[in-house]
């Protein structure tokens, strides 16, 4: 795992250089720190751009409860996928797949570097690992022959879990003093339901639960976080023997 700070950033641009057709992903579980990793990356290579392959934020109007970087915390740094659907609409790893490669192609015919940056498991492989996906039943189409079509270099944050958790649980308190419920509200005075693809983010059902039974704030928060510290432990046993992966300490 590395830990110096000029030892990523040099493996970083060895890459670069060195690369015909370079593509550097950041993973990590949730809260690990993925959005101000990739700025300060994307400012040591320059002429880096943000694809953002974190399925919850390709939604419009949820941006508190999915931890959306904003306008000012972007830095200048242009992001794509991001506000993409209505929360009524359904995304695909399969749709993900064909607009991240058409992104990714069109940087590189720009000659800027394409950072893929998220947490959504299969997001990411059916690029990586170059699956393929069936919409019908739902499931990566694996082929023996099947490859990334770029260089790849992969950064991983937040492999220790004890901080992961630490992390989480403070996120998820900080989420709602920056009006997580009233976002939730807004939507549901929208006409949005619990039973809309968007809204099956993390906590957001759970919010209208609340709203609707008025039971325990505290109870709350503390589910919403168990069901993402469950999450990021099924984000770490996919990326676990992924020798490929450079963790970042």
Request: proline letters at 3%; one cysteine or more; hydrophobic letters at 40%.
């Amino acid at each position: 795992m590395t830990s110096d700070k000029q030892a990523w950033q040099r493996l970083v641009k060895d890459h670069v250089k060195k690369s015909d057709k370079p593509l550097i992903v950041i993973l990590g579980p949730t809260a690990s720190g993925k959005t101000g990793f990739s700025i300060e990356l994307a400012k040591v290579v320059g002429n880096a751009e943000v694809i953002n392959a974190d399925s919850r934020q390709l939604f419009r109007g949820m941006d508190i409860g999915t931890a959306k970087i904003t306008e000012e915390e972007m830095q200048g740094i242009p992001h794509h996928l991001i506000d993409v659907f209505d929360p009524r609409e359904r995304a695909t790893s399969a749709w993900f797949k064909e607009a991240a490669e058409e992104k990714i192609d069109q940087l590189l015919s720009e000659d800027k570097i394409p950072l893929l940056v998220g947490g959504s498991m299969l997001y990411i492989a059916g690029v990586t690992d170059g699956l393929s996906f069936d919409d019908e039943v739902r499931h990566e189409l694996r082929s023996p022959e099947a490859e990334c079509k770029y260089d790849l270099l992969v950064l991983g944050l937040g492999k220790e879990r004890s901080e992961t958790v630490v992390k989480i649980n403070n996120r998820t308190e900080g989420l709602f003093v920056a009006g997580w419920i009233e976002e939730v509200q807004k939507l549901i005075d929208a006409g949005y339901t619990k039973d809309d693809p968007g809204m099956k983010a993390c906590g957001y059902r759970e919010i209208i639960d609340y709203l609707e039974s008025a039971s325990d704030l505290a109870e709350l928060k503390e589910s919403i976080a168990a069901k993402t510290r469950q999450y990021a432990r099924r984000q770490m046993t996919w990326w676990k023997n992924d020798a490929r992966i450079h963790w970042i300490a």
